[in-house]
C-alpha cells in the first residue's frame, strides 16, 4: 500500500523509488456521497515564476496530453495504456508524469478535484470531494508508493488542490496539499493562470 501520508508530509522519490522516472498518479473520490455529483480531475505543470508554463501544459478533460508526453491522462484499465476502458482506475483518474521529459523550467506537477455542485444547490456538501484521494504509483511495476487522503469535513470546497510533485535542490518529491477552494477549478485556474500562463522559455527545455 506504499505510505499513508498527512497534508504537508512529503517524500524523496529517490528514496522511496530508486531509478524510477515515471509515476502514475490516481485521482479519485471513495465513500457512499461520491456518485452525487460528478467531480473532474486536473492536473498542471507550473514553472520556478510561479505560474503554469502554458494552457497546453493545463490537463482536464478536454486535453489529454501535454507537449511531448511529459504529462498525459492515461488510458485502459490500470493506466497501463490499453484498449480495454477510459482513464480510470477504480473510478479514479490516471495521470502519467514522464520527469525526464518535462520542461527544464518546471518546478511543479499539480493535481487537482473539481465538483459540478447541481443548480439549487450552493456548497459542496455531499458531493464526495471530502472523499477525495491522490495515490502515487512507479510508473513501470504500478505498485503503490504514497497515497494521501482528505480526511476533513468539506462543505463549501467546490475544487482542492490534493498534492503536487516538486523539484528541490534537483531532487523531485511528493507532497500532499488538501487546499481547497470555494471557486471551483476556474478559482484554482485563476491562482495559476493556467488560461494564460506564459509560454516556456526558449533553449529552456530539457
Request: hydrophobic content about 35%; proline content about 8%.
Amino acid at each position: 500500500m506504499g505510505y499513508r501520508l498527512s497534508k504537508g508530509r512529503s517524500l524523496s522519490l529517490s528514496e522511496i523509488a530508486p531509478g524510477v522516472r515515471r509515476f502514475l498518479v490516481d485521482v479519485g473520490r471513495t465513500g457512499p456521497s461520491a456518485p452525487l455529483c460528478p467531480s473532474d480531475a486536473h492536473a498542471f505543470v507550473v514553472g520556478h515564476h510561479g505560474y503554469s508554463l502554458s494552457p497546453e501544459y493545463v490537463l482536464s478533460p478536454g486535453r489529454p496530453s501535454a507537449p511531448d508526453g511529459c504529462l498525459r491522462r492515461a488510458t485502459g484499465a490500470g493506466g497501463d495504456g490499453g484498449p480495454d476502458g477510459p482513464d480510470r482506475r477504480d473510478g479514479a483518474a490516471v495521470f502519467d508524469v514522464d520527469l525526464p521529459a518535462l520542461p527544464g523550467i518546471a518546478q511543479s506537477v499539480y493535481f487537482a478535484m473539481s465538483v459540478d455542485v447541481p443548480a439549487g444547490r450552493t456548497t459542496a456538501a455531499h458531493c464526495g470531494i471530502s472523499g477525495a484521494y491522490v495515490q502515487l504509483r512507479d510508473g513501470d511495476a504500478r505498485r503503490a508508493l504514497a497515497r494521501y487522503d482528505l480526511d476533513e469535513d468539506v462543505s463549501t470546497e467546490t475544487a482542492m488542490l490534493l498534492a503536487e510533485l516538486y523539484r528541490r535542490a534537483g531532487q523531485w518529491r511528493f507532497r500532499p496539499l488538501g487546499q481547497g477552494y470555494t471557486t471551483g477549478w476556474p478559482g484554482i485556474a485563476a491562482r495559476y493562470r493556467s488560461a494564460t500562463g506564459p509560454e516556456p522559455l526558449a533553449g529552456e527545455c530539457s
